[in-house]
């Protein structure tokens, strides 16, 4: 009914001012060329512009007796309009003027003014002189300039002011106004009866918008614009009455609202009430770049809301500030550059672009001192701004050979990643390790000194052999069987330290460790030729450099290139929902690599939607629930003291599953895995996450590391306080009354004992004493995180490796590896329940879930990645879906979601 009201009032409007009428400038030409009293003649022979009046062809159907003279006026008008329009072109309009008072008012004219030739400015003497010369070929031009002006309606007219006829159109639209409310009131009542609210409440709103009109609202921002960040900043809002009156906001507190974004990210604001009719406004600036402030009275902007002020970075900061490196030891070549950048951050953690590069240049300084004696060395190092001053280029030169440590400091504090190893090489040892490198493994002899800090009374004799995929330590027992004592994997978590520890040799030493096996030391002549060696291997290994960014993004072009050659036709797949897991296995039993490879076309039976990305990644939620889940029977905390009492998951022993689950749900598991990695290398839309936060022995496991018992610590903390740390740390004769074997005892679900288990050969009839405590506690840790679940972590890999090779998965530590899968699961564990109502808050626009949880919950809630990497968490609340960005570390992540649901669960912004 409302529309039809509006449409009839519109079509009366538009009926009453479809008469074509001569606009007032128009018809002030008319007059002073003396044809106003032909304007209604013009008008009813359908003659409504001076573009019609120019075409002599609209003015044949004029009686003869008042032709002649507007025969002669259109002819003029004419060539004066074309001419106009044909400056405007010519970019020349500001010279009709002077072209007017020379008596130049055609472009016959000017074409042929040889008088005035002379006088014409270059760049319209130029534009005349290409002006056709015949007199049809210049018709022509005018015709077509006359065209042109009638499909651009651009009239080029010496026209005057306008008149004041504003307020006839302001009482028209006040009255077209009035008439639709007022037809909105009847209908209303009628549609309503008696019911007051029908015409109250669109009474209210609209004098809601009249109060606005109505008050007067002066902001102050007592800031200067482009200020540096740090600290609290203000704005000073003051109301009052259109007549000076105070406006009294304490009346209604909701009218005024005051919301400040940057970047997309709401930031908290602190009201307080000065006054009746004024408030100040708190915010804290600590991010770099534009706020805008938004003031709204009533529900609508104050006049120049929203309000946009930039914010600067603060000056570098040692502490934030990074070295950005392809590896934490340089391989330089005796006399040539070796480039590195420093990227300069605040204290808030914002890109720095300093203006005044000049003055804080000396600030930056880049130190080198030999390794073994301590002496600076003069190196030669070359400073400038990079990426708009964010960033500073670093090139070093050092001319000697040999093993340096390296330092890069701001304001005499070395930055973040600021020291670092320098072996410099000389060109042909340099061609000789890139050529063994790129063949084949290499060989050292060397000497092993310590382990784990502890000397040994005899240094061995060893070989170091450093190949593609490992570095590993031999010694050769009669003289020519070889023995390995020692083995790393060549990843970044695996580091070759050179040191400056002195010897009884004399000779360079360099020591050795990954964070599980203990720490051996080495002695070696050719120390410097090893751990270029090494490191080489290493970037090869990694893409070329150490920087997990760059490692990932490594990772997933590798995993690209592993599936570009295969068919990317979907693969259907038809689940049933009561029974998701065995289904999946049942319609994946046959699929190759190849068919796992393309994308997923899923269908739940007896559901008729279509799978546009939506079913594919609520089947990938509900199967990694299904398996990576305590109660799905495949994977379970460690310590079994309760549900939900650990956040991380470990593969479940044969003695301790349940009997349905076989070997082939791990296989499955491994493959579930790989497709969520594949799908993430696509990007975009098709990143899956991996819902799962598995303990970090296990994907020490994934990526072939050995486990230590440190890995306790995070994976069973109950046994870390009450067992681990005890044995390491208690005197000898409290552990001999504790009467500890090489032995561990399993028991069931209800307390009973299993199995008494030897960690080694005769280990029940072995104590555990102060010096084998080590050795018993990594046996322990080697049983109960690796041995007894070898078969599902080897079925788990299996379905991995068939999709992601294994040298991809080495180039993470277990840590880093958690990053790939997906850090979401593991902040949500560790929510509390408030925290996870403030997430529900932020995605779904409401703290509560249906009476029937999130099965009920419509649109189901989604997860989908963010392209600006560092940013905080997106929420679009209309298809309770999350947006996740990357981010360097789970802190810097944790820290944003965190940020996110706490300042930003209400009000809305726009992106």
Known sequence: MKAWLVIIIVSIVTWWNKKPRWSWDESKWLSEHGLGRYEELLRQHGVSGLLDFADERRLKSIPSEHRGPLLEASRQLFDQLVLNFWLVRQRQDDQADWLRSHGVTS?????????????????LAEAAARLPSGQAEMAELKQQLLQEMRTSRHVVTPTGPRPLTWWRNLLSGLVALSTILLSDLVYRWWRDGADGRA????????????????????????????????????????????DGRPYDLRSDPAALRVQVHVRGAPVACALEWRAADEVRCSFPARAAGTYWISVMLAGRHVAGSPYRRHFLAERPDADRSLLLS??????????????????????????????????????????????????????????????????????????????????????????????????????????????????????????LTSVDGVPLNKPKDVWCYVSPKQLTIRETVFFFIPRKLYTFRLCPSTRLTPTNERNTACLPSVTVSDGCQPVVELTLSQRDQLAATFTLF??????????????????????????????????????????????????LRGASTGDWTRPFEVRFDSEEALDYGGVRREWFELV?????????????????????????????????????????????????????????????????????????????????????????????????????????????????????TFTDEEFGERGQLLQTVELRSGGARTPVTAENRLEYLQCLAQYRLANRCKPEVDAFLRGLNDLVPDNLLGIFDENELEKVLGWFWTALENFSAEEGSRLLQFTTGCARLPAGGF?????????????????????????????????????????????????????????
């Open 326 to 447: 392809h590896s934490s030891t340089a391989v330089m070549t005796q006399g040539q550059p070796h480039s590195m950048s420093v990227e300069l951050r605040d204290a808030f953690n914002n890109p720095c672009e300093p203006d005044d590069w000049e003055q804080l240049r000396p600030l930056l300084t880049v130190s080198v001192e030999e390794l073994d004696t301590g002496l600076p060395v003069v190196a030669y190092e070359h400073l400038e701004p990079e990426l708009g001053g964010r960033r500073v280029g670093l090139r070093l030169v050092l001319s000697r050979q040999g093993c340096f440590k390296g330092t890069v400091a701001w304001d005499g504090r070395p930055v973040r990643g600021g020291c670092f190893h320098v072996v410099v090489l000389s060109a042909y040892h340099m061609t000789s390790i890139k050529k063994n490198v790129s063949t084949r493994s290499v060989s050292f002899s060397a000497r």
């Open 199 to 242: 015409i109250t409440e669109p009474l209210r709103h609209t004098l809601t918008a009249l109060l606005q009109l109505t008050l007067r609202c002066h902001v102050r921002l007592l800031w200067e614009d482009r200020r540096r960040v740090g600290g609290v900043v203000s704005l000073e809002i003051k109301v009052e009455r259109v």
């Open 624 to 740: 990694c629930e299904a398996l990576f889940e305590r109660r799905g029977g495949l994977f379970a905390p460690l310590a079994d003291s309760g549900e939900g009492s650990q956040a991380l998951v470990h593969p479940r022993p044969a003695a301790r599953r349940p009997q349905h689950v076989r070997l082939r749900h791990f296989e499955f598991a491994g493959r579930v895995a790989g497709k969520c990695l594949l799908e993430s290398a696509q990007g975009g839309a098709s990143r899956q996450l991996v819902r799962a936060s598995f303990t970090r022995s296990f994907l020490a496991q994934l990526i072939g590391l050995r486990v230590s018992y440190k890995h306790f610590e995070q994976d069973d903390p109950e046994l870390y306080r009450t067992k681990v740390t005890l044995i390491e740390t208690c005197p000898a004769d409290e552990l001999a009354e504790l009467e500890l």
């Open 538 to 587: 290493l970037l090869r290994n990694v893409g070329g450099s150490e920087t997990f960014s760059d490692r990932r993004r490594f990772f997933y072009r590798e995993l690209e290139l592993t599936a570009a050659g295969r068919s990317r036709r979907p693969l259907a797949l038809h689940v049933r929902r009561a029974a998701l897991l065995e289904s999946s296995l049942d319609a």
């Open 107 to 123: 472009l016959d004219q000017l074409s042929s003014g040889a008088e005035v030739a002379d006088q014409l400015l270059a760049g």
């Open 855 to 911: 099965a009920e919950l419509m649109p189901k809630f989604q997860i989908s990645s963010y392209p600006e990497f560092g940013a905080l968490p997106v929420a679009h609340t209309c298809f309770n879906q999350l947006c996740l960005p990357d981010h360097v570390s789970y802190q810097e992540f944790e820290r944003a979601l965190l940020l996110a649901i706490r300042e930003g669960n209400v009000g809305f912004g726009l992106l």
